[in-house]
């Protein structure tokens, strides 16, 4: 009996995404058999992966994420520590299972790797000395506006705020310090960052709102290897049951809540990236 060469292209197709599925299925199973899921993490990036002097171990609320994960899939978590220039370049290689490391999606970087679901979002805000009377965010225009050299947050004020003057600083002390200071009338950073710092004024950090809305919004993803589909249905459904207890909602009160320098409250869930 003679098969059609369609018939022939199908029995192959479907021979290599059985083929493919297997190799999916081991690659978790391989994390499962030996009860590790191996997580690359920022150690410098406080609150979310930094060491700590007392332990010498790396801690933060992406730790706790994929501590979480991990248990979801029967295993301990083993954390390594990464670079931000080579965190996607190790996962490529093999050097990790999973990327909890602030990756923001983008569209080049989700060519490179796989997105889990959003499990943490960071807006990029502006904050002003209140007594000036700024409300709304175009009151700013013609104005100068500190920010880092080399974060994102240049790219949001040219962006949402064309007409300002963005003024560049070596690090967040001499950004925000000018704010402070008077040399500039508003600040960019992102929230944690500002929030932070703004807390740290104690009774003057009334004198400075921050404005709304934010100028930038970063959806964090952990990073999972494109080849390993299998892998990235294990992590989505791990990090939607922690949702659905209420573990996702504590590990964010335990590094940014009300009881943290921070105060900051959630007003984010964990869904597919958009």
Request: hydrophobic fraction near 45%.
């Amino acid at each position: 009996m003679k098969r059609s060469f369609s018939s022939w292209g199908s029995a192959i197709a479907t021979c290599l995404l059985l083929g493919a599925a297997g190799v999916q299925a081991a690659q978790l199973d391989e994390i499962k058999a030996r009860a590790v899921l191996v997580c690359g993490v920022l150690d410098i990036f406080e609150p979310f992966g930094y060491t700590d002097v007392k332990t010498r171990s790396v801690v933060g609320y992406d730790v706790d994420v994929c501590q979480a994960v991990a248990g979801k899939l029967g295993a301990k978590v083993e954390i390594k520590p990464v670079s931000i220039e080579a965190r996607i370049a190790e996962l490529q290689q093999g050097h990790m299972d999973v990327l909890g490391a602030g990756l923001a999606h983008t569209p080049l970087r989700a060519e490179q790797v796989a997105f889990s679901d959003a499990y943490y979002v960071s807006e990029n805000v502006l904050a002003v000395r209140a007594g000036r009377g700024i409300t709304a965010l175009g009151e700013l225009d013609g104005k100068r506006i500190s920010y880092v050299k080399g974060s994102i947050s240049e790219a949001y004020i040219r962006q949402a705020l064309p007409g300002a003057t963005a003024v560049g600083f070596e690090d967040v002390s001499s950004a925000f310090t000018a704010l402070l200071q008077g040399k500039v009338t508003g600040f960019s950073t992102s929230q944690e960052v500002l929030h932070k710092l703004l807390n740290r004024l104690g009774d003057k950090a009334g004198q400075y709102s921050i404005l709304q809305p934010a100028i930038g919004r970063e959806v964090w993803g952990l990073g999972i290897r494109r080849d390993e589909p299998g892998m990235l249905v294990a992590v989505n459904s791990a990090l939607r049951e922690l949702e659905a207890e209420g573990t996702m909602q504590a590990i964010f009160d335990k590094w940014l809540g009300a009881q943290t320098l921070y105060r900051m409250q959630r007003s984010f869930k964990v869904q597919p990236i958009r």
